[in-house]
Each structure stands twice: as structure tokens, then as C-alpha cells.
């Protein structure tokens, strides 16, 4: 009796898709930014006074303190030269950083609980949700969290009478731009990060030296020139180059440029952090 023919071929598999391939987006984002703004909500005032306090600090202390010592400050622009008070140059710089910590904070340390430690994003992938649905909610909700915090800055300057240009509106669109911006750049260490200790180095190497290239306490013409043209293509520098001439009831110079860059960053930050993202989940 003739035994059966036995195939020992291994059976082989279609490798796994590219970490690199394009977004696959849908509408489900929204549930998982309803989430967070619904958990958020609980928490609402605690977090807006956190978030507040520390950039009007900086506004009174060296708006009002220092601002009483320089007195005005040249800013250069397409018209000419023009004098403006210390604070209204501090408070049109100091609102972008502010959108800046304020995304930063949120893509970076809540959703590292989200996603690490509580576990959170294992669960909503139990749903038919996709990871890269996850990534685009929390980079958008670390945006609007940004867009609450700088819009609660506005309403306090607009009360000291540091501006009151229509221009502020659209000021306030720029900074949400600005919002998703970081966002998706803090999204990348999230994708790395092991711990929190990691975000100290993201902080301390590169938000701060950033703070004080880009123009937001001093103007940059007064840096070094090498330091200067490299100033040039921060993204911080270019959010603030487009929202003090707004602040100052003015039009931006090379407004497309610094606009194109904002763009640049947040779509090159958000492909790599979502390929980043996809494959810790994947190892």
C-alpha cells in the first residue's frame, strides 16, 4: 500500500506593507478626538489655568518689567522701519510659543499615557479603527488643545489693549496651523520614547534654543548672521513671522514662504511620525 504524498514546501507569506506607505485616513478619527475632548472636559479649567498661567507670566514679567526699560522696538517690515512697544513684540512672539508648548505637552506626555501606558489606543483598535486613524486624532486634539489655550491668551491681551487689530482672526487660523504643526513633530518622540524622562531632551535641546532663535524676545537681526540664516527655517520662526505683522494690524512679508515651510513641516512630521508609530506597534 503506497503512502499518502506528504508537501513539505513552507508556505509563504506576503511581507507586511511599508511602515512608509501613504496614510490610510477615514472619518473614524472622530470618535477617537470625541473621546478625548469628552475625558478632557472633566478636567477643562485645572488644564487651562496650567496651560495659561506660566506664557502670562512671561507677558507681565518681561512685557511690563523689561518692556518699562527698552521701551519701543524696531521692527522691520515691506513699508519700512517701525516702532513698536517691547510688549506687543513680546505678546505677538510669546502666543506662538505658547501654541507650540501647548501642542508639544499634549502629543508628548498625555498621549504617551494613552497609548503606553494606559493602554488606551490597544483598546480603541478593537474597534474598526485604524492606527493611522489613532495618530491624526491625537495630532488634531493636541492641536485644538493648543487653539484653546492661545484663543484664552488673546482674550486676556485683548483686555490689556496690547492689540485690537481685526487681523487677530486670522491670527488665530495661523495658530492652529502652528497647533498641528508641533503636534505632529511631538508625535515623532512619542513614536521613539520609552519613557517620560525621554521628553526632557525634546524640550531642553529643542524647544528652548528654538524660543530664543526665533525671534519671540529679541529680533533676529541681531544674531549672528550664520545663526540667522539658519533661524531662518525653524518652524517657530516662521509661525512668528507670520503672526506679529498680524498682531501689528500689517500684512506679512513672504507670507506663501513662511506658509509653504508650516506646511512642509507638518505634512513631512506627520508621514514620519505615523511611520515611526506603525512600526513600534508592529515590533
Known amino acids: 500500500m503506497s503512502s499518502p504524498i506528504t508537501d513539505h514546501t513552507p508556505l509563504s507569506y506576503p511581507p507586511p506593507p511599508s511602515v512608509w506607505r501613504a496614510p490610510s485616513l477615514s472619518t473614524r478619527w472622530w470618535p477617537v478626538f470625541l ?33 518699562a526699560l527698552v521701551g519701543q522696538i524696531t521692527v522691520h517690515g515691506p513699508d519700512g522701519d517701525t516702532q513698536v512697544p517691547y510688549i506687543l513684540f513680546l505678546a505677538s512672539g510669546s502666543i506662538c510659543m505658547s501654541a507650540m508648548n501647548a501642542a508639544s505637552f499634549e502629543a508628548l506626555y498625555s498621549a504617551f499615557s494613552r497609548m503606553h501606558v ?57 495658530l492652529l496651523g502652528v497647533g498641528a504643526m508641533f503636534s505632529s513633530i511631538a508625535l515623532i518622540f512619542n513614536a521613539l520614547a520609552k519613557g517620560y524622562d525621554f521628553f526632557t531632551y525634546y524640550f531642553t535641546l529643542v524647544l528652548t534654543p528654538m524660543m530664543f532663535l526665533s525671534g519671540i524676545f529679541f529680533p533676529r537681526e541681531q544674531l549672528p548672521e550664520l545663526v540667522r540664516i539658519a533661524s531662518d527655517w525653524l518652524p517657530l520662526t516662521n509661525a512668528v513671522e507670520l503672526v506679529r505683522p498680524l498682531f501689528m494690524d500689517r500684512w506679512p512679508e513672504h507670507a506663501l514662504r513662511h506658509g509653504a515651510v508650516l506646511c512642509g513641516y507638518t505634512v513631512a512630521a506627520f508621514w514620519l511620525a505615523l511611520a515611526l508609530t506603525r512600526k513600534r506597534f508592529r515590533g
Open 35 to 67: 473621546r478625548n475632548l469628552l475625558v478632557w472636559r472633566k478636567l477643562a479649567i485645572p488644564s487651562l489655568v496650567g496651560n495659561i498661567a506660566e506664557p502670562l507670566m512671561w507677558l507681565v514679567a518681561f512685557g511690563y518689567g523689561m518692556g
Open 118 to 174: 494606559q493602554k488606551t489606543w490597544d483598546g480603541i483598535m478593537n474597534a474598526p479603527v485604524g492606527l493611522d486613524d489613532v495618530v491624526l486624532a491625537e495630532m488634531l486634539w493636541a492641536a485644538f488643545k493648543a487653539l484653546f489655550t492661545v484663543t484664552a491668551i488673546m482674550g486676556v491681551m485683548l483686555a490689556l489693549g496690547i492689540s485690537h487689530s481685526p487681523k487677530l482672526l486670522l491670527a488665530w487660523g495661523v
